[in-house]
């Protein structure tokens, strides 16, 4: 009910617009930052547009960051069917953990969940956006702390992009509904625009049909959000941003007491000048909030999969995120870029949970959780002399951890049995990248580049234990932040009209890498969460002494005309060093971080037809971190047709894989395999005006 409460406000506060006359006066804000960096050309950067965006096979956000090879989530699955707790985002193989270690911003704002580091990817209807940029690679000195394994910008739409209205619904396999729309009014002087999308199915069964039983059931999602953005000339070349987006996101997981759920409400205001295109200082002030809540509820399931009781309810997370950042841009004169800046992230959160059931009611009760926070002063600086660019950032964070504590009780009773309050801490980072681009002829330019990043554990690594299946994590109040340090080399080449290629290698030495460590197996009672079962697998969260990466990336674009052809290509050798209780990981490779994955697209598009197929390829990677058990390698193919009706209304027919490949999301201890998204079929139409 509250999905369709969310669309029917959605709808009612857009109707002003609707009937609202238009205007053919010029547009003279963007409703974007400052401009791109022109030390960009040293690195190893990635660009998606929105026709690309707007045309994937499952119109979600995942699909089109999968076009990145090497872009990962700690699952297979996306977030129709995955727990929302292990969809962290990163790249170049560093990968073994759920929480993001790729940085994702919109609009400026970093997006990762205050308190878990996950990204809510039901957030972001594909519609919203115009652009995103993927900067493989860590110390990013201007972004600031998280960008350990690179960047990802998310840029919304603008005037130059949105048309009045903008919709499109589709009807899917197994009872799905998929839509979105946009009301834009735009003028000279600014533009404003709100939007929503509602996604819902019956979903399909996570559990494969070798391993099921009669416990297993179809996994259903509703999903929707909305936003409402405004932008405003307050003066020549100076723009107000004003953002809200709210969603909610029910999933689940395929048994009774499997539902997990998001909800989230962020806002921010960004001020925009932009004197230093007309040779003046350019600048610009951010201020964001984030309230977000997460709930999931836990089962474990009997031996025969007949039976699924309640083990743990996590009732309730709230979390809450704010910032701000100020930069200023100086005219310093042709082929010279300067930001200067300062930026702030404090992060609070808990979890409130029940668990150790018996008679399927609960018989203990856990809060636990905290506060970190950064602050931060940065530069940026690039120089463009001839052929030559050369770029160097370096940013100094002050960072804090507060508050930390794991309070557990006995429901019955109300008596306290773990009260852990931990020490504060706190500690200076340093973050730096510089790189060189030189053209050498026309057709080719080469590239390097050297950075060091780091990362502050999150609040769910340092507070919370967890338990998936009968295997149980506890989580480690002493983590260390991780620092990376990489160089990469690579060139780009040109050597026709429509024709791109770029070839990247690289290096990263991730030191202090927080992994879920195996130290037992069920049955047992261990510290930190109590009796595991048999078949079940005590790990805890722990600083491994370094995770070693050397692979390479290959992206390639060619426009024949009306055709187009893109693809990319990773791959990567990760190796992990470690010793005292960890010892067992040495010499082995991150859980879940595939050797290869490759996606390719072709595609084409006239005034009559657009149509694409990508194939996508992930190669074999382990399940666990004693690489005890592998998922098998995956291929799947997307597709997608769209045919213009009459102007403005254009009918579409999309499918996600295909062939109905096996793509393994998880394997138990048990050898009980669960899949990612089977075949799933899409008809709909789109309508602009």
């Known amino acids: 009910m509250r999905f369709r409460l969310l669309a029917a406000a959605l709808l009612t506060s857009a109707s002003p617009l609707l009937a609202a006359e238009a205007e053919d006066a010029m547009i003279t804000v963007t409703g974007k930052g400052l401009r791109d960096l022109p030390g960009d050309a040293a690195l190893s950067l990635v660009v998606i547009g929105r026709d690309r965006i707007l045309s994937t096979g499952s119109n979600r956000l995942e699909s089109v960051l999968a076009d990145i090879a090497g872009q990962q989530q700690f699952r297979r699955s996306d977030s129709r069917s995955a727990n929302a707790t292990s969809q962290g985002i990163s790249l170049r193989g560093l990968g073994g953990n759920a929480s993001s270690r790729a940085l994702l911003m919109l609009d400026g704002v970093p997006q990762a969940d205050p308190f878990g580091g996950w990204v809510a990817f039901p957030a972001y209807a594909t519609g919203r956006l115009d652009r995103i940029r993927v900067t493989r690679g860590g110390g990013s000195g201007y972004w600031g702390p998280g960008a350990l394994a690179g960047t990802i910008e998310l840029e919304s739409a603008g005037p130059a992009t949105l048309t009045p209205f903008m919709g499109n619904i589709a009807y899917g396999s197994r009872e799905s509904l998929d839509a979105q729309a946009s009301l834009a009014l735009k003028r000279s002087g600014g533009f404003a625009v709100v939007s929503g999308a509602y996604g819902r199915g019956d979903g399909f069964i996570p559990i494969v049909a070798r391993s099921r039983g009669p416990a297993d059931r179809a996994a259903p999602y509703e999903q ?351 190796e992990i060093r470690s010793s005292g209780a960890a010892a067992v990981l040495d010499g082995l490779a991150p859980a879940q971080t595939p050797r290869d994955q490759f996606s390719g697209t072709i595609d084409y598009r006239s005034r009559w037809l657009t149509a694409s197929a990508t194939l996508r390829h992930i190669a074999a990677q382990y399940e666990d971190d004693l690489n005890s058990r592998s998922l098998n390698a995956a291929t799947m193919v997307d597709a997608l047709i769209l045919v213009p009706v009459v102007k403005g209304i254009a009918i579409e027919g999309r499918a996600e894989n295909l062939f109905d490949a096996e793509v393994q999301a998880a394997l138990s201890g048990t050898g009980v395999v669960e899949r990612a998204l089977p075949r799933t079929f899409w008809l709909g139409a789109r309508v602009s005006f």
């Open 224 to 574: 929707a959000s909305a936003n409402v953005r405004a932008v405003v000339e307050l003066a020549p070349d100076t723009e107000a941003q004003v953002t809200a987006t709210a969603f909610t996101d029910s999933r689940e997981r395929g048994t009774a007491f499997s539902r997990n759920t998001s909800d989230g409400l962020d806002a921010a205001l960004r001020l925009v000048g932009r004197g230093q295109e007309q040779g003046r200082w350019g600048w610009q002030a951010l201020a964001y909030v984030q309230n977000r809540n997460f709930t999931s509820d836990f089962a474990g399931v009997n031996a025969a999969r007949t039976l699924a009781t309640q083990t743990l309810a996590q009732y309730n997370t709230p979390a809450t995120g704010w910032g701000g950042r100020l930069e200023v841009a100086p005219p310093l004169g042709d082929g010279i870029t300067l930001r200067l800046g300062a930026d702030t992230r404090q992060l609070k959160g808990r979890t409130e949970e029940f668990f150790t059931y018996v008679n399927a009611a609960p018989t203990r009760q856990r809060e636990a959780g905290g506060e970190t926070g950064n602050s931060g002063l940065f530069a940026d600086a690039s120089l463009a002399a001839g052929r030559l660019t050369a770029s160097l950032s370096a940013r100094i964070d002050w960072w804090q951890i507060r508050d930390g504590r794991l309070l557990e009780t006995t429901i019955a009773t109300g008596a306290p049995f773990t009260t852990l309050r931990f020490a504060d801490r706190s500690g200076r980072e340093f973050t730096g990248r510089a790189g060189l681009a030189l053209k050498a002829a026309d057709w080719i330019t080469l590239r390097s580049a050297a950075y060091r990043g780091w990362r502050l554990p999150t609040l769910n690594e340092l507070y919370r234990p967890f338990r998936v299946g009968p295997d149980a994590t506890a989580a480690n109040a002493l983590l260390r932040p991780e620092r990376v340090t990489g160089v990469d080399a690579g060139f780009s080449l040109k050597p026709a009209a429509g024709v791109d290629l770029n070839v990247t290698a690289f290096w990263n030495r991730m030191d202090d890498t927080i992994a879920n460590v195996t130290l037992g197996s069920g049955p047992g009672t261990f510290p930190g969460v109590g009796f595991v079962a048999a078949g079940g697998f005590y790990r805890q969260r722990q600083n491994l002494d370094e995770l070693s990466v050397w692979g390479w990336e290959v992206d390639g674009r060619v426009a024949l005309g009306d055709f187009g052809l893109a693809a990319s290509w990773s791959h990567v050798d990760p």
